[in-house]
């Protein structure tokens, strides 16, 4: 799917290292999950506002992920956000973490599939169609 990608600054804490002030592994799921929040509220989709008013809430349903280069403390890091494919009820995004200080070196990469719930029922529900179109 040909869209344009977000891209979304972090910084890392030395909360977010272990011993060797590497990043532990599990923080890099939760870089992913702010920058696909980031990428949908500029995109017009605020996540408590689809709740409300929509019914429908996101779910991540799959994960992909692979660890190329650790990233430390103090590094900043770039994440690229690209949707690679919408259905009726799920997305998957295609993201990065890059490194721009040592040539934009990749870190890290995973595909994150989402599916789309109702937001009371917990049951798959349609994504709406205002987002589909302006996701495409």
């Given at each position: 799917?040909s ?11 030395y909360?977010?290292t ?15 999950e ?7 509220r ?16 996101f779910?991540?349903r799959?994960?992909?992920m692979?660890y190329i280069?650790?990233a430390?403390?103090?590094d900043e890091l770039?994440?690229?956000t ?5 259905k009726?009820v799920?997305m998957?995004?295609?993201?990065t ?6 040539d ?7 595909d ?7 937001s009371?029922t917990?049951?798959i ?6 987002m589909?179109?302006?996701l495409?």
């Amino acid at each position: 799917m040909s869209m344009k990608g977000h891209q979304w600054p972090v910084r890392i804490y030395y909360e977010d290292t272990d011993m060797q002030g590497i990043v532990y592994y599990a923080n890099y799921l939760k870089y992913l999950e702010r920058a696909r929040t980031e990428f949908l509220r500029e995109k017009g989709f605020e996540q408590d506002q689809l709740i409300d008013q929509q019914g429908v809430a996101f779910a991540v349903r799959a994960v992909q992920m692979d660890y190329i280069k650790p990233a430390k403390f103090n590094d900043e890091l770039i994440i690229s956000t690209y949707i690679h494919q919408i259905k009726r009820v799920s997305m998957v995004f295609h993201q990065t973490i890059t490194c721009p200080a040592n040539d934009h070196q990749l870190i890290n990469k995973a595909d994150i599939k989402v599916a789309c719930l109702d937001s009371k029922t917990m049951a798959i529900k349609a994504i709406p169609t205002q987002m589909i179109e302006a996701l495409t």
